[in-house]
């Protein structure tokens, strides 16, 4: 007959577990990310839950991180229902997620961020499908021109570019107001297009961005210097 497991025995089985549960999170976020000066993993599960795989909740925190060339100053996230494989995890295998994670947090880009990921893909990919119907109700080309410049005002950014054919000549910068519509929807407003020879007409209309149904957006607060969002994300296996 085999001897029960004593409390001592699994209390030492659950803190294996925890430890390396949360060296694995935390090998497949730097995983992901470009590099973080700071990276907090806590993980919220009772004995049975850890055992089985099924994790409540983890609070996740980092500090001046870079994912795919975009500058992030602080990332604040509580995943949520994670359904994890512990066994293949504690054979050394890596964290996979088998169902979707929902991810509830805060994000907080500064101005210094946004002009230091104007070289990353994410972003000139954003901006470039976000203008392409504003700019070509003035006949231009978001393509052809190289952002050199984010400024963040009052919920409002301001992009300042130049024609890439000419570009210690002319220059472009691009008024947008920003309101949340809501969870999936954002909407441009007070939309201003200045070149270096006039005032373009202001659009009327709002120019809506639809976020998709894997987010849910709460707040977004853009103020001098720092844009602040707050939401939901889901992510995907």
């Not at 990310?33 to 609070?59: K, M, T, W, Y």
């Not at 975009?70 to 604040?76: D, M, V």
Request: with cysteine; proline share 5%; net charge neutral.
């Amino acid at each position: 007959m085999t001897e029960p497991s004593s409390p001592n025995t699994n209390n030492s089985k659950v803190r294996i577990i925890t430890k390396v549960l949360t060296s694995a999170i935390k090998l497949w976020l730097r995983s992901q990310l470009n590099q973080v000066s700071h990276l907090e993993v806590q993980i919220e599960a009772n004995d049975r839950q850890l055992l089985s795989g099924c994790i409540p909740g983890v609070f996740i925190s980092a500090s001046n991180a870079v994912y795919q060339g975009l500058y992030i100053t602080q990332i604040e996230l509580q995943a949520e229902k994670i359904q994890l494989n512990v066994a293949s995890i504690l054979k050394g295998q890596p964290l996979q997620l088998s169902a979707i994670v929902p991810v509830v947090g805060k994000l907080i880009m500064t101005e210094p961020d946004l002009n230091n990921s104007l070289s990353s893909p994410l972003l000139l990919t954003a901006i470039n499908d976000v203008l392409i119907t504003v700019l070509a109700e003035y006949s231009l080309n978001s393509k052809s021109i190289t952002w050199r410049k984010i400024t963040l005002d009052n919920q409002a950014l301001i992009l300042h570019g130049t024609a890439s054919s000419d570009p210690d000549g002319s220059f472009l910068n691009i008024y947008l107001g920003l309101e949340l519509l809501n969870g999936q929807e954002l909407q441009l407003i007070q939309i201003q297009v200045i070149t270096d020879q006039k005032v373009l007409n202001m659009r009327n209309s709002p120019y809506i961005i639809n976020l998709g149904t894997d987010v849910d957006i709460k707040k977004i607060s853009l103020m001098p210097e720092q844009l602040t969002c707050y939401g939901r994300i889901n992510v995907n296996p």
